[in-house]
């Protein structure tokens, strides 16, 4: 990529992008929703955001060419993951920033008061912080990357393609 003006090559730094999105993403409600037609009927299978972190996180790895498409389901996402050539790695806070981790099941409500257990899918970011959009939320948020040991990590996966 050449600038206009000083016609200096530009070396895009892809680990760096892709961590600042990640972390720029807080806040945003841009993954709340995502309406699809359901037996004739317009809906939205994200359940206004409580449901919303595998298309958030898939959403991610798409944009940077991570994985093939998008997913509304962490087990989708996590198959993506393993077929575009990701390897699961130990868990530990020694992991690489941008590493994905899956947490194990938990209890979740949704507006028909029916109750139905999921996975949890994110991004480690660093210094035992994640990045997930966590089900009390309907947007992207920092936290410790246990729920402050409330919550198992059940797999990691890293990409060699991150990379700068």
Not at 137 to 163: C, D, E, G, L, M
Request: proline share 1%.
């Amino acid at each position: 990529m050449k600038t206009a003006k000083n016609k200096k090559e530009l070396k895009l730094l892809f680990k760096d992008n892709y961590l600042s999105m990640i972390e720029n993403a807080c806040g945003s409600k841009m993954w709340a929703n995502a309406f699809c037609l359901v037996k004739g009927k317009k809906q939205d299978v994200l359940d206004n955001g409580s449901v919303s972190c595998a298309y958030f996180v898939s959403s991610v790895l798409k944009l940077f060419d991570l994985i093939q498409r998008l997913h509304f389901t962490v087990l989708g996402t996590e198959k993506d993951i393993r077929e575009s050539g990701w390897k699961e790695i130990r868990i530990s806070s020694k992991m690489p920033a941008g590493s994905i981790i899956i947490w194990e099941k938990e209890l979740s409500i949704d507006k028909n008061r029916k109750k139905e257990f999921h996975y949890h899918i994110g991004f480690y970011i660093g210094k035992e912080k994640a990045v997930s959009l966590w089900t009390y939320h309907n947007f992207p948020v920092i936290h410790h990357w246990t729920y402050n040991n409330k919550r198992k990590i059940i797999k990691a996966y890293w990409s060699s393609k991150i990379k700068n």
